[in-house]
């Protein structure tokens, strides 16, 4: 190997390790970004709110967009651990459906840091705490501010959820 490629593999490398330092910390900035927006103000229907705690044991929190809206943030308290244990599974795929237009957005996985989700071991579920998932959205253009959505995570579906 020559000089030249040790010199563009080390550039590489540190490049490489600068982007995947940059993710983690915006991931973690989006944990610790605004303050949350209560249900009601995402014009949750009451019943569904209802439905939402009591069947699932969860508060949903915020759904709004960020990052340049290249993501959406989807949050939630958990209210019962035991009834949302289902919703911090690893194995239930969860995705974000635009109600408009039927498209479907998945969470992000990178091989690095995983799934841009949180999940958990059912024992280790805190009640009182929020809980988060990003949905990508590419170029910011299948799910944008005012459009409606459903936030489905296995068999969890909660409808018409408003973006902010």
């Known amino acids: 190997m020559t000089s030249h490629q040790s010199n563009l593999n080390g550039f590489l490398s540190r490049r490489s390790l600068s982007f995947r330092v940059f993710l983690v910390l915006s991931?973690?900035?989006?944990?610790?970004?605004?303050?949350?927006?209560?249900?009601?103000?995402?014009?949750?229907?009451?019943?569904?709110?209802?439905?939402?705690?009591?069947?699932?044991?969860?508060?949903?929190?915020?759904?709004r967009s960020?990052?340049?809206?290249?993501?959406?943030?989807?949050?939630?308290?958990?209210?019962?651990?035991?009834?949302?244990?289902?919703?911090?599974?690893?194995?239930?795929?969860?995705?974000?459906?635009?109600?408009?237009?039927?498209?479907?957005?998945?969470?992000?996985?990178?091989?690095?840091i995983g799934a841009l989700r949180q999940t958990t071991h059912p024992n280790k579920i805190k009640e009182g705490f929020d809980y988060f998932v990003l949905f990508g959205n590419p170029g910011g253009k299948l799910a944008k501010p005012g459009d409606k959505v459903a936030v489905v995570i296995g068999d969890f579906k909660t409808e018409h959820l408003v973006i902010q």
């Open 66 to 112: 960020t990052m340049a809206g290249m993501m959406i943030d989807f949050r939630y308290k958990v209210i019962d651990a035991k009834k949302a244990a289902p919703l911090l599974d690893i194995k239930k795929q969860a995705y974000l459906l635009v109600e408009g237009t039927g498209a479907k957005l998945g969470v992000p996985h990178s091989i690095k």
């Open 27 to 63: 991931c973690f900035s989006l944990m610790l970004s605004a303050p949350c927006i209560s249900a009601k103000q995402i014009d949750t229907p009451e019943t569904q709110v209802t439905n939402t705690e009591e069947k699932w044991g969860i508060r949903v929190v915020a759904l």
